[in-house]
Antibody, heavy 119, light 111 residues
């Protein structure tokens, strides 16, 4: 069945780095756009970044632009988020989600990986 | 949030509720599609309505979406206890390069 499994979260000090991975299975990964979204505990959803099916096009929210980098490896069915210069306010549950090319909705989400930024 | 939703709505089992999502001329009013998500307690969000009024396979027809002007609405009929959770609208904003935007979310309580 279709799966998106995030990993790579953990506890990191302010200014530190983490690399999140989203492993896809059960569908043709290369046929979908992908996004990262985060959710602060008890709060709402914040879209962070988008990558096209080929990886040629990327977009970022202002809150992470210049600090986070999205990438993908279609041969490995994997999506990545390199997070540098982490701040306390980046503490959140990070989800990956897929987007069919025929509409802008996010039709399948992983279960998330928790990132905690604390001294 | 760029998209405004009421913080909470409630209804009794069997009743109907509507959740509004108000945007502006740079997002919903510009013609961009609105999508709705359901997040049950402790679970990841799930796509409920895509492109304003379309239900993915498996979503009951108790859920419906509409859009008009700078606003959109999610209607839920025949409320059930398992509908209790958070609901989010999402669109695209032309003022924010490449950005998808979410509403702040609405907590639905089934009394």
């Amino acid at each position: 069945q279709e799966q998106l499994v995030e990993s790579g979260g953990g506890l990191v000090k302010p200014g530190g780095s983490l690399r999140l991975t989203c492993a896809a299975s059960g569908f043709t990964f290369s046929g979908y756009y992908m996004s990262w979204i985060r959710q602060t505990p008890g709060k709402g959803l914040e879209w962070l970044s988008y990558i096209s099916d080929s990886g040629a096009t990327t977009y970022y929210a202002d809150s992470v632009k210049g600090r986070f980098t999205i990438s993908r490896d279609n041969a490995k069915n994997s999506l990545y988020m390199q997070m540098n210069g982490l701040r306390v306010e980046d503490t959140a549950l990070y989800y990956c989600a897929r987007e069919p090319p025929y509409h802008g909705g996010l039709d399948f989400w992983g279960q998330g990986t928790l990132v905690t930024v604390s001294a | 949030s760029v998209l405004t939703q009421p913080p909470s709505v409630s209804g009794a089992p069997g009743q109907s509720v509507a959740i509004s999502c108000t945007g502006s001329s740079s997002n919903i009013g510009a013609g961009y599609d609105v999508h709705w998500y359901q997040q049950l307690p402790g679970r990841a969000p799930k796509l409920l309505i895509y492109s304003n009024n379309n239900r993915p396979s498996g979503v009951p027809d108790r859920f419906s979406g509409s859009k008009s002007g700078t606003s959109a609405s999610l209607a839920i009929t025949g409320l059930q206890a398992e509908d209790e959770g958070d609901y989010y609208c999402q669109s695209f904003d032309s003022n924010l390069s490449g950005s998808k935007v979410f509403g702040g979310g609405t907590k639905l309580a089934v009394l």
